[in-house]
């Protein structure tokens, strides 16, 4: 499976290699069957990039579930002012332009909370793009807590997808957006959640669980 928004992408870069083929078979030009072969391994790239892959592992309100795919690059308790509204325990994780960049939810709940915010493309590793990255927050009523994902742009990333609109209902582990082309998701989880995640990890969205919740 491939990601709705890859299609045009994916279509584009497979017309460019059939084109570059056909010109270096008309041509018999070594210089363009190497130009032909390069072209076609982007589009091979673009598709990989592109996947959406089912995704199964624990589910239930007991465990927070992560919401990428990439590298936990920061873990900060924090306050989280404009939809928790108190202490967090965030978990940053890193896409690389490798890694599926389809964003899944993190628990069960309701959409509350949309907000896009346009911003800078820093490198999304770097504590500073949390705040003055584009970026678009999602926040989740589980019904005992209040769970926040944020989508951060990066250096290349340049569009953030985020599909659910207020009152929309999230079920852990389905899909929740995309972002194109190497980024940062953020998840703020209640204060007493236990991680289970380290710095340097690399987690699988809607597999990986990052934290036990609270029951409370």
């Keep these: 499976m491939v990601a709705r928004e890859g299609v ?25 069957w190497l130009a032909a072969f390069l072209l076609l391994v982007i589009a091979l790239w ?5 996947r959406d892959p089912v995704r199964t592992g624990p589910r239930g309100p007991e465990v927070a579930i992560a919401p990428a795919d990439g590298r936990v690059v920061l873990i900060k308790e924090i306050d989280e002012p404009t939809y ?3 202490p967090t325990k965030r978990v940053s994780i890193f896409m690389n ?9 993190p628990v069960t709940g309701t959409v509350q909370h949309v907000v896009h ?32 994902v944020r989508q951060i742009a990066g250096l290349i990333a340049r569009r953030i997808i985020t599909d659910p609109q207020p009152g929309a209902h999230a079920e852990q582990g389905a899909r929740m957006g995309l972002i194109r082309f190497g980024s940062r998701v953020d998840v703020f989880l209640p204060p007493g959640a236990t991680l289970r995640v380290r710095v340097g990890e690399r987690t699988t969205a809607g597999e990986t669980v990052i934290a036990d919740m609270p029951t409370t």
Excluded: C, M
């Design 97 to 105: 332009v490798f890694d599926v960049h389809v964003n899944r939810y």
């Design 8 to 32: 045009p992408f994916i279509l584009g870069a497979l017309a460019l290699a059939a084109a570059g083929f056909a010109l270096a078979l008309r041509q018999r030009s070594w210089p363009l």
């Design 84 to 86: 928790v509204g108190g």
């Design 46 to 50: 673009v598709t990989w990039f592109f």
């Design 117 to 148: 915010v346009a911003g800078k493309f820093l490198n999304a590793i770097t504590e500073a793009s949390s705040v003055d990255n584009e970026q678009a927050s999602v926040g989740i009523d589980t019904g005992r807590h209040r769970v926040l």
